[in-house]
């Protein structure tokens, strides 16, 4: 018999991976830490106009670009002279399963079937699941849904919750879990019995469909304004919605428009604690995420995740949930819009940072998320007071995650907070250093320092003084 | 309570002990087994608390301790927030008093 013990499941990852996947990571590595990024997305990936066919074919994608004047008014109120850019943002809700991640689902969904698998399984407790089981359905696929859900007392948090019933709506299997990492061990066992594809939200096909999402941001702004955008802000928390995005807006000739990510700051909250998880309201677009996948993206469920964002990383902000919840309630009483929350963290750093921009620049909130019961800012905070978390106005500044969560007293409160490009480079150095295969030399090859550069969008200098933050020199 | 055969129907199942959990888990989330719920038709007649066999929504066969017959859906939108029920009007007042649009 099989043995089934943890650690034997995990020793059995990569060949569970490569079946899964239909994909051989072995041919894009270089040595050492280096592998072909590009050559993976352009050979694994379909290029920009295969994916607008695939995703014409299940409905996705073409979703409106909406400016929010009311939202640019109040920015503009709050400051100087001659400053406050117009915000617009893209109504991404609008997709079949309610957001922009039907975007991945179609493409992963698509490479499925055309290569003969009779269902696919995705690891996740966001958005993603729903937009997997939707899109299967439309190709005829089974989906398996495997979801982190309750803590221990059994009590789940109510934004998954409403994203579990979603899924069985549509029909898929849903594995519901407590908390821990081992949920990746009953994905792999539930991909080892079933030989479903693995709808990895990291592969070069769940990038590749974020792409027409970056290209339709451009060709909507140019068809209105004659321009590009000046700015795109991105949630952040894989790193593949900014990635993606980033590629897109780089295939459509916007290679100068600033791309900047932005996540809820939860720090000093353990994403592995049973205590710590129901004592968050974001379970998604955090900095629990965002921060150790962005400086070190290979910890996803793939040997090489796709999803790379300081290659594209022009700047990266936190803001707080309190003032998340403030702007999420701004967008449906200032704008009609009942959108989020979650997917409101863009939008929330895009009304402060439009107040350093000039009047006439254009900011682009890239995504908007369906709302509905659990998935709401009423059951987020109302589940945040059963739970112990103080609510009140008052200053962001204030805020602790886990213990309270402040509602800004004025509108200028709401401030982006500036994470250290420069630190999050060096760690990214720190972490790939302590990655190198044993045995490697002392010094980087050539193809080493070549791939390091484009990792943290560098030059050779660059790297080089951020290779001795990194070593502590 | 009984349960008839064909009913939509809730298992449990211990995935792993706390002795079997990842190296990697803090203590808190290490004193407590990973727990995993999955709802199906029943197969057989069966009792709350039995182990039993389920087929799930695409077919697959799993079997678990039956934890619950038809559960509801419990998650709502909570209570309006008092804190919340001004910012509108706040944003409104702060456009009018600029005059800038």
Not at chain 1, 162 to 179: F, H, M, N, P, S
Request: hydrophobic share 40%; glycine share 10%.
């Amino acid at each position: 018999m099989k043995d089934n013990s943890y650690a034997a499941v995990m020793a059995r990852r990569n060949e569970i991976m490569k079946r899964a996947l239909g994909l051989d990571y072995g041919e894009f590595e270089l040595g050492g830490l280096a592998f072909d990024y590009e050559r993976m997305m352009e050979k694994a990936g379909y290029s920009l106009e295969e994916v607008r066919a695939i995703q014409k074919e299940t409905s996705v994608g073409d979703t409106p670009l909406i400016e929010l004047k009311n939202l640019t008014a109040a920015a503009r109120a709050l400051s100087e002279p001659g400053r406050g850019a117009r915000i617009f943002i893209k109504d991404e809700a609008a997709n079949p399963s309610g957001s922009f991640k039907d975007r991945r689902a179609a493409v992963s969904c698509y490479f499925a079937q055309h290569h003969g698998y009779k269902g696919v399984v995705a690891a996740t407790s966001g958005n993603y699941g729903a937009a997997v089981a939707s899109q299967a359905n439309m190709r005829n696929l089974k989906s398996i849904i495997v979801q982190e859900l309750f803590d221990s007392r059994g009590i789940g948090q109510p934004e998954i919750l409403e994203k579990g019933r979603k899924c069985e709506a549509y029909g898929a299997e849903v594995l519901q879990l407590t908390v821990g990492p081992e949920l990746f061990y009953t994905f792999l066992r539930v991909l080892e019995d079933t030989g479903f594809f693995n709808a990895s939200l990291y592969t070069p096909f769940g990038i590749a469909g974020i792409e027409t999402l970056g290209a339709e941001i451009v060709s909507q702004v140019q068809a209105r304004f004659g321009r590009n955008p000046d700015a795109v802000v991105i949630t952040n928390a894989g790193g593949g919605n900014l990635t993606g995005t980033a590629r897109g807006l780089i295939k459509a000739g916007a290679a100068e428009t600033k791309v900047i990510g932005a996540s809820v700051d939860l720090s000093g909250l353990h994403m592995a604690s049973d205590r710590d998880f129901n004592r968050k309201s974001f379970t998604t677009g955090h900095t629990g995420f965002g921060v150790p996948f962005t400086t070190w993206p290979d910890r996803a469920d793939v040997p090489r995740n796709a999803a790379r964002p300081l290659r594209y990383m022009d700047r990266y902000v936190t803001i707080t949930q309190g003032e998340v919840f403030a702007i999420t309630e701004a967008l449906a009483a200032l704008e009609g819009l009942e959108r989020g929350p979650a997917g409101n963290t863009s939008l929330t750093a895009a009304f402060a940072i439009a107040r350093e921009m000039p009047e006439d620049a254009i900011i682009v909130v890239q995504e908007t998320e369906y709302t509905g019961a659990g998935k709401h800012v009423t059951a987020q905070l109302t589940f945040a007071r059963e739970n112990g978390i103080e609510v009140r106005r008052g200053d962001p500044a204030d805020q602790v995650p886990g213990k309270n969560i402040i509602i800004p007293r004025d509108p200028s409160m709401i401030r982006p907070r500036d994470l250290s490009m420069k630190d999050l480079k060096a760690s990214y150095l720190r972490n790939a250093l302590k990655n190198r295969p044993a045995g490697s030399p002392e010094a980087l090859t050539e193809a080493e320092a070549a791939f390091l550069a484009a990792e943290i969008k560098e030059t050779p200098q660059g790297l080089a003084a951020l290779l001795a933050q990194a070593r502590g020199c | 309570m009984k349960v008839p055969k064909g009913s939509w129907v809730q298992i449990e199942q211990v995935v792993l002990r706390p002795e079997e959990r990842a190296p990697q888990v803090p203590e808190d989330t290490k004193a407590v087994p990973l727990m995993l719920w999955v709802k199906g038709t029943l197969l057989e007649d069966a009792t709350l608390g039995e182990t039993v066999e389920i087929e799930t929504a695409i077919g697959r066969r799993l079997s678990g301790r039956l934890v619950a017959e038809n559960p509801p859906y419990i998650h709502g939108f909570g209570r309006p927030i008092p804190e919340l029920l001004a910012v509108g009007k706040e944003f409104r007042a702060l456009i009018e008093r600029s005059g800038r649009r």
